[in-house]
């Protein structure tokens, strides 16, 4: 079967049901707007794996996500979306772009959270925008900008919370947000959170356990992912 919509990391497909899709995870890894590629076997599964886990716990806490259920090893049954134009990116620690951007120590630990909005467009380069962009370029209101942000809030907290039980501090992470098909009004939670999309230290060392050690070649890529997934597994 095609795949009616294919990322980078993810291919999507239609089901019997209309506002259902099978959401599979592959095996690519790629950085920096695609410039750096790779394939990493069994990625596709942690991620899968990972997402599943921290999905059903937000979704116990309450908070509202495209996830239906499990598969298979590395595919999801999700609500249809129309995902929103927007890469919502919480940090607690300065790191990645925010340290390049300020020419601030990659380590430094934020007052508080801060939370920014990307534009989704790979031509573009996932620009930075602000809510006022937002509105203008029709990707959220300033409602729902507001709203994006407190859930986005919201998440960090209890992501925060889930990581530290095994040992793992959250530095930052980007996730996005859809309109459920079926009632385009609702905005839910949808794609991925995993190592892709995360920065996780361990709490101890400090070691980079996230898609970081691909894009600076830090080595032990996979081996880390395994490592987080073993974490949540057994202690979760
Ligand atoms: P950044 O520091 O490169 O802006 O990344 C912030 C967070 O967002 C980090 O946890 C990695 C994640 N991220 C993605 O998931 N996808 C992306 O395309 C980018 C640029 C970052
Ligand atoms: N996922 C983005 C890309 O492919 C960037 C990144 O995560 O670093 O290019």
Known sequence: MEPIYEGKAKRLYTTDASNVLRMEYKDDATAFNALKKGSFENKGRMNKAITLLVYKMLEDKGVKTHLIGDVDDITLLVKKVSILPLEVIVRNVAAGSFSKRMGVKEGTNFRRPIVEFSYKNDELGDPFINEDYAREMGAATEEESAYLKRQALLI????I???????????????????LAEDPGQIVLADEISPDTCRLWDAETGKKMDKDRFRQDLGDFMESYA??????????
């Open 227 to 236: 490592e987080v997934l073993a974490r949540l597994q057994h202690k979760a």
């Open 161 to 179: 919370d889930f990581f530290k039980r095994v040992n793992l501090r959250l530095i930052d992470f980007k996730i996005e947000f859809g309109r």
């Open 156 to 159: 960090n907290d209890v992501l």
